[in-house]
């Protein structure tokens, strides 16, 4: 079961069954009912504006070739603005992640944040999960919205931007 025809495309390559093997069944995002009756929370970030980045820690989120194009876009303009990304174990990305948990995308990631010359809480910021009341002044407060999955199911952080008005 898939939840969008893309992804459907992509699990047919990876695992080869047929198209009437697999089923599409969108999923429904209901940003209102989620965000309607909160507060928002101001998260301490360290400067505005802000590009937002919705994901986990998981490597088809995209994170690679999304640090790849931040570093572009630092080479054309002098302070693009920062990058954001929060999500559960975005955390782990950080080179100033003093945990203990280690996935090889983690390390990876650490590594590459110095090798493209991004530094942390001036080009960009992994804040690893925020609740819901943090989220929604992110999605207020935020210039744009971005998604660089290689597959997802739904890209709910497009939806819930869109509610907000973000592009």
């Known amino acids: 079961v898939t ?11 990876f695992i080869g069954h047929k198209n009437d ?5 969108p999923v429904s995002c209901e940003p209102a009912k989620r965000f309607q009756n909160l ?12 590009i937002l980045n ?10 690679i070739p999304m640090l790849k194009g931040y570093a572009e876009l630092k080479k054309i303009y002098s302070e693009p603005p920062l990058l954001v990304v929060c999500g559960v174990n975005t955390e782990k990305f950080s080179p100033s992640y003093g945990g203990v948990e280690d996935y090889p995308t983690w390390v990876n990631v650490r590594a590459l ?18 609740s819901d009341e943090e989220l929604f002044y992110l999605f207020e407060n935020c210039k744009t919205i971005i998604n660089s999955s290689n597959h997802d199911n739904g890209s709910f952080n497009l939806i819930e931007g869109h509610y907000f008005g973000k592009p």
């Open 39 to 50: 507060i928002p929370i101001q998260v301490d970030i360290p400067r505005t504006p802000f």
């Open 54 to 63: 919705v994901s986990n820690g998981a490597m088809h989120k995209g994170i």
């Open 21 to 25: 093997l697999i089923e599409v069944v």
């Open 113 to 130: 944040v110095g090798e493209l010359g991004l530094l942390e809480n001036i080009d960009v910021v992994f804040l690893g999960h925020v």
């Open 3 to 13: 939840t969008n025809a893309v992804t459907q495309s992509d699990v047919k390559k």
